[in-house]
């Protein structure tokens, strides 16, 4: 187990062996999965033209997508890259200090725990009827089992309150 | 009436609070639709939902596009194309801020991002026109309006959500972004040709200040690239998600060519950046569709038709009043969020009206630009003041002011003649 103390502020710290594993497994995911979309797009125009097109280039590109999507929930969570209304954040957490940030991370996590949920759901009953992809004939569970764990990873990150940044300044002086 | 009512102020509560707009959406979305048909349908519903949603092909069209905005991010083609735009504009009064609107617009046509392009020309504008003793307001208006050019000129990241969600043909949007983008651009520079007229000593002349032409190959660069990506879309060659793919990689050869790219760690920073914006994206497309979904469920869009056809609304009254709404909420909503949670709702209504949704795709993106550079939130002048550190905020919301009157400018203009949005598209279509 990581021996990062549940926090209620993320704060840049190093991250523990749990979580830094966490943390190359999902930016080796979300790269790969953004370098293979852009490189199936390309090369199946270029086939189309100039070859022959990469049979079944959208079904992958939209089985990468998933995957890096939920990769980079996380990844989004430790940079702070995530859409936030920050107008009155910053004197929110000066009047309430570590009670708000903890009601805050509250809500964040059950939406992701929400999303992670769905997904580990959906895996299963993909699993459970074999579910197959319409041109490849690929498992659907190879893909949503995947995203499933990915997206347990973003709960992870969440939970202990991992943060790879300093928050954005920009973000706190809107709230001044 | 009562529970969308209750939905929509939890939901403004949760995201005022900082709650991320993605969850405070999706949560409230979820909770909503379970109140009103049961957890098990509920769960069915969102989980569906994001499913089909993170495995939509079409949607794969916005990380690519963003993944070439950080490529050229990384290609640092911004100090050139500043160069090259001042060359152009050096004899002018003003010239480092016509240039700054200019730089921008070249720099918004392959990167996609406002707040990208800001940041970008803060660092590289900036200290030319403090040097040249530029009023503060001027210089920070000029940086944080020309980054709004980011989501009007396509490729446009707010452009693509719009077509998604109102199921618009993306190249006719795209092709629809060219002529208000660059009547931004002239209104821009009137608007500092205006001000430079009345206040003539907001900017030092600059006569023989860096007049070589410099940086032609990153302009031929950025250039083709848009040529080759609009160019292909136009002469339907490829389709928009096929047009960011290539312009993905034509981006990365922008940036290898130029040697940012040089290292295995370079390529994983460029690829983790595009993929961590896209999350961020996602989330609130989820969120915003669950939510969209009970909101459907609940009939909403409907109840909207008939609250239009009861106050004899006509089609520019409708779109008026969706205008008034997306500024009010651009005043706190990031432009995403304003397009998922309003588009949606209005669409049946827009649609019974007879409005031309690619016309109105450009008004309401126009609309969610100012939000970028209007206070309280103004995202773009905020990122402007916390690059340029020792900035007056109070002065460059002032300085954006006269900016704001050339958008509202070109707002009525697109209102009054449709023709300057409908037109190139009309020409593809043809």
Known sequence: MDQQPVTAMPVTRPPGPVTRAVMVVLKAVAATGMFLMMAITFLDVIGRYFMKPIFGAPEMIQFLLALTIFAAMGLATATHAHITVDIFTARLRRRFGRSYDLLIRVGNLTGMILIAWQLVRLAVEAGAAHRMSIVLEWPLVWVIGPAAALALAAVWIDLIGYSETAEPQAEEEAGK | MTSITIAIIILLALCFLGVRIGVATLLVGFVAFALERGFGPAMQMSGQRILDDAMNYNLSVIPLFVLMGVF??????????????????????????????????????????????????????????????????????????????GIMIPPSVPLLIYGIIAQQDIAALFMAGVIPGLMLVVLFMLTIAIWLRLRPGAARAESGAEDKPRGSSAVIAVLGLFVLILGGIYAELFTATEAAGIGAVGAALIAVARGRLKSLADWKDVLVEASSTTASLFLVIFGALVFAEYANYIGLPYMIVDWVDAMQLSAIGLVLMIILIAIVMGMFFESIGILLLLVPVFLPALMTAGVDLIWFGIIVVLVTELGLITPPVGMNVFVVKSIARDGNLTAMFLGVLPFVVAMLVGLALILCFPALVTWLPGLMAG
């Open chain 2, 72 to 149: 050229i991010f990384r290609a640092d083609v911004s100090t050139e194309l500043y160069r090259a735009a001042h060359h152009q504009f050096r004899n002018l009064r003003g010239g480092l801020a016509h240039a700054t609107i200019a730089a921008c617009a070249a720099f918004s046509a392959v990167c996609g991002s406002s707040l990208a392009t800001a940041a970008t020309m803060t660092k590289v504008a900036m200290p030319s026109m403090r040097r040249y003793q530029y009023d503060e307001g001027l210089a920070a208006g000029s940086i944080a309006a020309g980054g709004t050019l």
